[in-house]
């Protein structure tokens, strides 16, 4: 069992020494720093922040979106998927133009017209076991924003083994949820943070839950839900508010209706991890 984070520390990803600003960048994070829970020591921090996002879909655009906007100094995107037609009414970071594109490449034109402080590091593959060996020690925090249970079990086991945080939300027809998971550290009473199994035991038997292909899916969901994932990179990495570690947040689009669960270790598990 790990020990537990500092005050200083705790609720934040592990971010080196601090890169400067440039007058320019100052100028267009001028909102950012004027927060007091941000400022420029803060700013500074998204801009050394290096970040990999799983999936370029319709989480994904706006994860990627509003992180460049944001400042992320690096963001590594992962998909071997290509844009159609279908993506559009979803996934606003692509346009009728990049049909059958890349999804990496024409993602990262589009951060690059947003934001050309931003470098982006293109992964044309599925996030894997073998992606996470090779390129997850790069990064200092972790989002899931893919569409299946097997992508994200690898992936929180992945930023466990990597010790980063890691945001994962999901997304079905009118409803969508967001957690973030740190279980290589302890909470303020000294037990072990949950994992993504604390919350999800076991993977749901195969064709339980349809993908949206098949059942529709709301497309404004999708910016909900991926815009609460980059609030949340932004509060772990400047160290902004309270990050929804062992929490649970549920969006219900059709009543208009945010609801929280609190979830932790379970006890099989704490003893194993002691």
Do not use: W
């Not at 925090?141 to 010790?163: H, M, P, Q, V």
Request: hydrophobic share 40%.
């Amino acid at each position: 069992m790990t020990d537990a984070a500092s005050p200083s520390t705790k609720g934040r990803a592990s971010i080196p020494p601090m890169e400067p600003l440039s007058p320019e960048e100052i100028a267009r994070y001028q909102r950012h720093i004027l927060l007091p829970e941000i400022g420029g020591a803060g700013q500074q921090k998204l801009k050394a922040a290096r970040v990999l996002v799983i999936g370029a879909g319709g989480l994904g655009a706006p994860v990627l979106q509003y992180l460049a906007a944001a400042g992320i100094g690096t963001l590594g995107i992962a998909d071997d998927d290509r844009v159609s037609l279908s993506n559009l009414q979803r996934q606003v970071i692509y346009d009728s133009g990049t049909i059958g594109e890349l999804k990496t490449e024409s993602a990262a034109f589009a951060i690059a017209r947003l934001n050309p402080h931003v470098n982006v590091i293109r992964f044309e593959e599925r996030f894997s076991p073998d992606t996470a060996r090779r390129h997850l020690s790069g990064f200092h925090l972790l989002i899931d924003g893919s569409d299946n249970f097997d992508t994200r079990y690898t992936a929180a086991d992945a930023a466990e083994a990597a010790k980063i945080p890691l945001v994962t939300g999901a997304v079905g027809r009118f409803d969508g949820s967001v957690t973030v998971l740190k279980p290589y550290e302890t909470a303020e009473d000294g037990t072990p943070n949950p994992s993504y199994r604390d919350l999800f035991p076991e993977k749901p038997p195969a064709g339980l839950i349809p993908a949206c292909a098949e059942t529709g899916i709301i497309g404004a969901l999708t910016g909900v839900i991926g815009t609460l994932m980059a609030m949340e990179a932004i509060k772990l990495i400047t160290g902004a508010g309270e990050p929804l570690v062992g929490r649970l947040l549920l969006y219900d689009a059709v009543a208009a209706r945010f609801e929280t669960i609190r979830y932790k270790r379970r006890r099989s598990r704490q003893s194993q991890a002691s």
